[in-house]
């Protein structure tokens, strides 16, 4: 089977409901714990499992060779056993038809679902139009850091129109712990391994921290720069720059 590669998404119109109940820390760890463990089990592979308490997306995952990583809203980590195998067959088989039976679930589950935006979605968002960034860290951080990077991560504001000569695409906070991306990256025109990138050379900024050279403070030390010479697509992401930086700038 071809690596599957595009995330795939349920998507639900927001409920209109009230009293939801989320539960405590420790209980979704142990639950999604055993979750995991159900899934992968049923489906014979690795499952990494995210729990979410997202508003519109309930269910989303991607497809690699070795592992199925897996974003699911914790109303699942109660679902009965139809419906945990409906997600094993819509998201690591993937038969459509089990989507029926998670829609109906999602539908009778709405009141767990989170109404308003909270102060969380206005700090950082990392779900965006077309990319999920909290889902490309967590990848990157697994093959890349050891899982040893610890930040947030969300696209910025859409800043003013203007036109502009240069573009930030990304910036790490070193106090907040935070890794921010320009929203222009945030379209289908900007392909994938590029916004990885992208959020590679953040990642590292917590790795290397900038250093003081003879006269001046480095803000990518030697280090810095030989790892990231170590991202398997280096050469095309600063060739894709090179040539598209234009469509990002007239965004
Ligand atoms: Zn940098």
């Known amino acids: 089977m071809a690596p599957d590669t595009s995330p795939r998404q349920l998507v639900l119109l927001e409920a209109e409901a009230t009293g939801r109940q989320v539960p405590a ?29 997202n508003r519109s997306t309930m269910v989303s995952f991607r497809r690699a060779p070795a592992a199925l990583r897996l974003r699911l809203h914790h109303m699942f980590l109660d679902a009965p056993a139809p419906v945990v ?25 709405q009141p767990r679902i989170r109404q308003h935006r909270d102060a969380r979605d206005e700090v950082l968002s990392a779900q965006g139009r077309t990319y999920d960034l909290r889902e490309i860290f967590e990848d990157l951080n697994d ?6 990077v610890r930040a947030t991560i969300g696209w910025g504001r859409s800043p003013a129109r203007r036109r502009r000569k240069s573009i930030r695409l990304g910036v790490y906070d070193h106090q907040t712990r935070e890794i921010r991306l320009h929203p222009a990256l ?30 001046r403070r480095m803000h990518h030390p030697r280090a810095f720069r030989d790892r990231e010479k170590a991202f398997p697509l280096y050469a095309a992401a600063l060739q894709w720059e090179r040539e598209n930086l234009g469509v990002l700038l007239a965004r």
């Open 25 to 53: 820390r420790d209980v979704v760890l142990e639950k999604a714990a055993s979750l995991a463990q159900l899934l992968s089990r049923e489906l014979g592979l690795p499952v990494r499992l995210s729990v979410t308490d």
């Open 85 to 109: 195998r409906a997600v094993a067959d819509y998201a690591g088989r993937g038969h459509r038809r089990a989507g029926r039976l998670l829609d109906e679930f999602v539908r009778r589950e």
């Open 143 to 148: 093959r890349h850091f050891q899982s040893g």
């Open 186 to 215: 945030d379209q289908p025109a900007v392909p994938r391994f590029f916004v990885e990138f992208i959020v590679f050379h953040e990642m590292l900024h917590q790795v290397f921290p900038s250093a003081h050279g003879p006269s």
